[in-house]
């Protein structure tokens, strides 16, 4: 199918005190129409500020350095090829435009995407009203039918109750009817089961799939769950400091031996059975800002390993996470807070 998103050297710079962080370094991809491509990589990778330039909600001390992100869903600039939404003015109306209508983002954290001043209908019904042109009641309607489609147990009712009346699984939902009242060509989902039980987790991958159908959307997705990357994904790209180290097709990356990061990456996620005499493999430098996870661990897996050690080390980890998680309907951007500041502990055998 024909291309919808084409990323094409992106370089996204962060002014921070004493210097510059490059937080992504020359980043090409594509996204084809109505396909699932999932961001895969290390935290701090770049993931979610490569997500943020493409809907152009970057912090405040965040620059596109270079690049373009060539977006063609048939319908912007009347259908005569791609816009280039790098060269955008990020609250101009072009990008108000495509932003929330004809690409959306979800993410870990509904309570990001929901006022808890407001009802779910008005919510919903609010994403309708900034894109088209109709009436508080027909808006009401199509919140309505999305909330059905996202499959609320009493649709009428919902639109009438605030976001702290809903359960976990359900606020998921409300952003997502949110997120695709619009019927938006491409969704960006960026993590969005972390947070969730697992059960409900699957529950909303399956959703997100059936209505990927429905609306003939592409879906970029965000994960570090490889399972779900291995059930959903048509293409995975490999994001590594900044970098994409390895993309392909699902069936090339998994399979394929030539695609050793991947590999690696796999095996240093914890998982609940681990098999006797398994161990999780270290990846360098897993954070940008110093620090490393099960760096010493860096030995040929996974057997004749030896038993000494601890099994898991995590030495001075920074994390730094954007402020602006914020709203991103009306994002106002802010500097980033440093969440995790020299993290150090083991876990022994
Ligand atoms: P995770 O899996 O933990 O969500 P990620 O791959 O999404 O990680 P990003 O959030 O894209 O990682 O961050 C990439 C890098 O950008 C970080 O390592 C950090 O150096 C830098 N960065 C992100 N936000 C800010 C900020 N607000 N200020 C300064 N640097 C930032
Ligand atoms: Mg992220």
Not at 108 to 122: A, Y
Not at 131 to 154: G, I, N, S, Y
Not at 172 to 195: F, K, S
Not at 306 to 331: I, N, T
Request: proline letters at 5%; hydrophobic letters at 45%.
């Amino acid at each position: 199918s024909r291309t919808l998103l084409r990323v094409e050297d992106l370089k996204v710079d962060f002014q921070v005190p004493g210097g510059v962080v490059q937080a992504v370094r020359g980043v090409s991809f594509r996204v084809r129409a109505g396909s699932t491509v999932a961001l895969v990589g290390e935290s701090g990778s770049g993931k979610s500020v490569a997500a943020q330039s493409i809907l152009r909600i970057l912090p405040r001390n965040a620059t596109i350095a270079d690049g373009r992100i060539l977006f063609d869903d048939g319908v912007v600039n009347e259908g005569s090829g791609p816009v280039d939404i790098a060269a955008l003015k990020a609250d101009g109306t072009a990008m108000r435009a495509l932003r929330g209508g004809r690409i959306s983002i979800i993410f870990q954290e509904p309570m990001t995407s929901l006022s808890p001043l407001h009802t779910v209908g008005d919510q919903v019904g609010e994403a309708v009203r900034l894109h088209q042109r109709v009436t508080a009641r027909q808006a009401r309607t199509q919140a309505e039918d999305m909330l059905r489609r996202v499959r609320f147990p009493d649709p009428k009712r919902a639109l009438d109750t605030y976001p702290f009346e809903l359960s976990g699984g359900l606020r998921q939902r409300a952003m997502i009817a949110m997120a695709l009242v619009c019927r938006p060509a491409l969704l960006i989902a960026d993590e969005p089961t972390t947070a969730l039980d697992v059960t409900i987790q699957a529950q909303i991958l399956k959703l997100i799939k059936d209505l990927q159908a429905d609306l003939g959307m592409a879906v970029l997705l965000i994960t570090h769950d490889l399972g779900v990357v291995a059930n959903l994904a048509d293409e995975v790209v490999v994001m590594h400091r900044g970098r994409i180290m390895e993309s392909g097709t699902r069936e090339d990356i998994f399979a394929d031996p030539r695609h050793p990061y991947l590999k690696a990456l796999l095996r240093a996620v914890p998982r609940f059975h681990m098999a006797p005499g398994e161990r999780l493999v270290p990846i360098r430098s897993i954070t940008s800002e110093g620090g490393s996870l099960l760096e010493k661990d860096h030995q040929p897996w996974p057997p004749g390993a030896d038993a000494a050690g601890p099994l898991l080390a995590v030495e001075g980890v920074r994390k730094r996470y954007g402020a602006r998680k914020a709203g991103w309907f009306g994002a106002k951007a802010g500097a980033g807070t440093l969440a995790v500041d020299d993290v150090s502990f083991t876990i022994a055998r």
